[in-house]
């Protein structure tokens, strides 16, 4: 049975503890937490006024209003209530793709996944996982606690990717599924059909989610680095197409790039959070950096 250690060291957990992971939106919840909700009640955070009418509580009246305008206001807050966040791995046959000295696409999400499932826990949010390919092959809702967090790492450790994607599918299922707004964490190498990848993405938006995307993508992907004629395998198809590297690199490297910046512009429009992540960066270290970094835009 799998444990957050296979997945995250103690050391890895010391550098996690001190992060926080929230929402750029309101919320909706039910328990109280550290991100402001977009439903009025009794609160310690201010929010507006309305104009009383006759059984509103008198406590909530604004008497300085009052004083000045010789009118009865009472005080509107916002609840501070619990994030939902949703993690969501490609778990598609291409994400099992690793070069000599890195983890495969899909462990370094997995990783990551856990970094952040460990942040999300420790805040004590609400945290659920989604893995997909050509469909959603395992599918936990958002909830909080210990037990939960180790069931949310069991799922990431049986999951064995090598079927084909239908990321888009896949998403708008999802999108279907996920009611309340939270904070969605989309983990992909984005090896699928773009614009149905966007509008899938636009759904999430729509009802109001925060999304991050995170590529991640191996350094032979992002250079072609190979140094020797070889043959190229699509890891869900088998299709096959023997090149020579050295030849094809500069082409290459300009369709990626064009690629990366589409995703980007993408992003955005819709107001999505995008990183490209490399497996041979340390997984903890870009938990931490990005973070810090969304902290300070958030700010």
């Known amino acids: ?36 909700s977009p439903l009025k009640g009794a609160s310690v955070e201010f929010a507006d006024h309305r104009q009383y009418v006759k059984g509103d509580n008198l406590r909530n009246l604004d008497w300085k209003v009052f004083g000045r305008t010789e009118r009865y206001y009472v005080k509107r807050f916002e609840e501070e209530t619990s994030l939902r966040t949703h993690v969501v791995i490609d778990g598609s046959g291409s994400m099992a793709y690793g070069s000599d000295g890195c983890p495969s696409k899909y462990d370094y999400a997995c990783r990551i996944a856990a970094a952040l499932g460990y942040i999300v826990s420790r805040q004590q949010d609400a945290l659920g996982l989604t893995i997909f390919d050509e469909e959603i092959r395992a599918h936990v809702p958002a909830r909080s606690g210990s037990r939960h967090l180790r069931h949310f790492i069991e799922m990431l450790a049986a999951h064995r990717p090598e079927k084909p994607t239908d990321t888009g599918r896949s998403l708008h299922a999802l999108a279907e599924m996920v009611s309340r707004r939270g904070l969605i964490v989309l983990l992909s190498d984005l090896f699928d059909n773009s614009d149905a990848i966007f509008r899938a993405i636009a759904h999430f938006r729509k009802k109001m989610h925060d999304v991050i995307l995170l590529q991640v993508l191996d350094p032979c992907e992002l250079e072609l680095s190979l140094d020797r004629v070889a043959e190229f395998i699509d890891m869900e198809t088998g ?32 107001n999505v959070d995008y990183r490209l992540v490399s497996t041979a960066d340390s997984f903890e270290d870009f938990v931490a950096q990005y973070l810090a970094e969304r902290r300070r835009m958030s700010v």
Not at 9 to 35: C, D, I, Q
Not at 246 to 258: I, N, V
């Open 1 to 36: 049975m799998a444990s957050i250690t296979d997945l995250l060291t103690p050391e890895a957990m010391r550098k996690l503890e001190t992060l926080v992971l929230r929402s750029r939106y309101v919320v909706e919840g039910f328990r109280a937490g550290m991100h402001a």
């Open 239 to 270: 299709e096959k197409l023997e090149l020579d590297p050295a030849l094809a690199r500069l082409c290459y490297k300009q369709e990626l790039q064009k690629a990366i910046d589409g995703c980007r512009e993408k992003c955005a429009v819709l």
